[in-house]
């Protein structure tokens, strides 16, 4: 059997309708994975991910900073699918609208709505995989999302220091329940994205200094922007038995952003 294949798991995302999200669902789907998908209700790709994957997903609406939300999604992996295998977070998104920015700009308010939403919700959805992996007595597997941001700032066009914060953080939890549910059979890995172009990164996407910069900043395959698709094979390893060896890794799909130091203007 090809180690990758998905064939019998049941995944929820988190935040598995738009997005990053929305194009791992569809990548664990065809790999062979029942998924539990949950996402806003305002989110506008629920209605055409149901019709796309029919049977094999079931679409969740559920605001995920709210810790009943991830329980549910559980619990409704194991009634429809009759089991529950791994989670994959991916729900979070930028404070900078919420009051997030530079240290000496950030509101208190924009503090804890950054971190709600992109910490808060992933140690709620954690919680709710890792206790149902305990009771279940068969071990399961944990893949988070963290950013470059977390440990490789772009201080001139991404000051967003609570979002950088919660992104490092999500490095350090992970890491930390790595170790102590291994012996629990209990995996949980990291994966670190670069400027992709996604919903969230409709700013610097749409501001051609920013795009200039990512081109020597992003290097690879031409010095593009990430593409959601640019992840998928990553989370397929690291939700499979391909990866069954590997707890506690952060792996950065990155484009070469962690390793180079990138030229303002887009001079090389």
Excluded at 109 to 120: I, K, S
Excluded at 229 to 235: C, E, P, T, Y
Excluded at 254 to 259: A, E, F, N, R, V
């Amino acid at each position: 059997m090809n180690d990758t294949t998905l064939q019998g798991r049941v995944i929820v995302v988190a935040g598995g309708t738009t997005g990053l999200g929305r194009s791992a669902t569809c990548a664990l789907a065809r790999a062979g994975a029942r998924v539990v998908a949950v996402g806003l209700p305002s989110e506008p790709d629920v209605t055409t991910l149901r019709r796309e994957l029919g049977e094999s997903v079931l679409v969740l609406e559920g605001d995920l900073r709210d810790p009943a939300t991830a329980k549910g999604a559980v619990a409704a992996a194991v009634e429809l699918f009759g089991a529950f295998s791994g989670l994959y977070h991916v729900a979070g998104g930028s404070g900078r609208r919420m009051g997030d920015g530079p240290l000496h700009e950030l509101t208190d308010e924009g503090l804890r709505a950054t971190l709600d939403l992109n910490l808060a919700s992933l140690v709620y959805s954690n919680r709710a995989a890792v206790r149902r992996f305990l009771s279940d007595g068969r071990g399961g597997v944990l893949l988070n999302m963290s950013s470059v941001l977390g440990f490789s700032p772009a201080p001139k066009y991404f000051a967003t220091h609570a979002y950088a914060a919660a992104k490092a953080a999500v490095i350090g939890f992970t890491r930390s329940i790595a170790s102590y549910y291994a012996e629990q059979n209990i995996r949980a890995n990291v994966v670190a994205p670069a400027l992709t172009e996604t919903p969230m990164a409709r700013r610097a996407a749409s501001d051609a200094e920013i795009v200039a910069f990512a081109r020597s900043k992003q290097p690879l395959d031409g010095g593009r922007l990430g593409q959601p698709a640019d992840l998928d094979g990553a989370v397929v390893y690291l939700l499979s038995d391909a990866s069954r060896f590997v707890t506690g890794q952060v792996l950065a799909v990155d484009g070469g952003w962690s390793l180079s130091e990138g030229q303002y203007g887009g001079a090389r």
